[in-house]
């Protein structure tokens, strides 16, 4: 979201560490490899985050924490692709509590299909091991509406979020 956000500035953007330490993908020697859950926000911007990035205005409630003040709930980009398409991804950053997203997608014509992805787990110290890769991954969201250019859709608490829009 923040490189999204920033693409007027920001041309090219490459991941430090890609495998293991702090990184998307964990190996073990002689073993396996298996997608930690950063690896997915990653993946899913890197395939639809396409096109023209858009500025999205969000108004969310906010709350403060030790290091700053007035930090929104919801954090949001989204991008328009060369087919028409709008790719909107969210952070949902409450613990506890699910929230509404509403996008006011009129200036974009022929819309007509919603899909939500939501990377979200109830336990939130879940993680992805070599013996359970996929205990976190996105997921279907669940659901939402999209009626005359108006779009609702429920981003579960401490989840990220890829709400693809499309053309019939």
């Known amino acids: ?6 693409a007027d500035r920001v041309k090219i953007a490459c991941l430090a560490q890609l495998v293991n330490v702090i990184a998307p993908i964990c ?28 500025r999205a205005v969000v108004n969310a409630p906010e709350y403060d924490c030790d290091d700053l003040e007035a930090v929104p709930e919801v954090d949001a980009t989204a991008t328009l692709d ?28 022929g819309l007509a299909r919603m899909e939500h992805t939501v990377l979200h787990h109830a336990d939130v110290h879940a993680v992805n091991t070599e013996a359970t890769p996929d205990v976190v991954r996105p997921m279907p969201g669940p659901g939402g509406t999209l009626e005359n250019g108006k ?18």
Request: aromatic share 10%; proline share 5%.
């Open 1 to 6: 979201i923040t490189l999204l956000k920033n």
């Open 82 to 109: 060369t087919d028409g398409s709008v790719s909107l991804f969210a952070l949902n950053r409450s613990l506890t509590e699910p929230t509404q997203l509403s996008c006011d997608l009129r200036g974009f014509a």
């Open 27 to 54: 190996t073990r020697t002689g073993g396996g490899a298996w997608k930690q859950t950063i690896y997915w926000p990653f993946q899913l911007a890197s395939r639809y985050g396409r096109g023209t990035a858009l």
């Open 151 to 168: 779009l609702e859709v429920t981003l579960p608490p401490l989840s990220w979020s890829l709400i693809r829009v499309t053309r019939a």
